[in-house]
């Protein structure tokens, strides 16, 4: 998964990275807001790790700018600010989640994989993927790309689609196939 880290203490950023590699994660790092805000904007997060107080712009005003501009990544809000109403503020503007510092890591790491959780569920009510020109019918099992049909058997058409749902993302040939041939594999043993 592809995650950004927003985070101005320098050893904080750099121990989260290392410990979201260790994960298998590809990181990108920003240390004030301006640069988190532009990072954040690409869209091809799959979850966004936002400090609150930051130089620049605040992680309030990155995550109410994400939201008005469409960026729907999952937001983890991470912040020494604990009080009641911070966390109300936080969620209020668009987070997903909220984590004060200091945190145990197995507790950040368990946030990360239940944001990504219900991103993933989120997509299994969506009839059609997009990415750039390319649609994917999943009712129709249709592809198209500039409006035209592009004709795939159903393994090319699966393929298609775990390829679109993760679009942004570096895949291992292992993840890959243990998602799009799994049930040939299962048949086999």
Known sequence: MHILVVEDEHRLAYLLRRVLLEERHTVDLAHDGRAGLDLAESGTYDVVILDVMLPGIDGLEICRQMRADGVM???????????????????????????????????????????????????EGQPQL??????????????????????????????????????????????IIDSVWRYDLEALS
Not at 95 to 116: G, S
Not at 142 to 159: D, P, W
């Open 73 to 123: 990544s999952p937001v983890l809000m991470l912040t020494a600010r604990g009080a009641v109403e911070d966390r109300v503020v936080g969620l209020n503007v668009g987070a997903d989640d909220y984590l004060t510092k200091p945190f145990a890591m197995e507790e950040l790491l368990a946030r990360i994989n239940a944001l990504l959780r219900r991103r993933d569920r989120s997509f």
């Open 130 to 175: 997009r990415v750039g020109d390319l649609t994917l019918d999943l009712v129709r099992h249709e592809a198209r790309r500039g409006g035209r049909i592009i004709e795939l058997t159903a393994k090319e058409f699966a393929l298609l689609e775990y390829l679109m749902r993760h679009a942004g993302q570096v895949l291992t040939r292992t993840q």
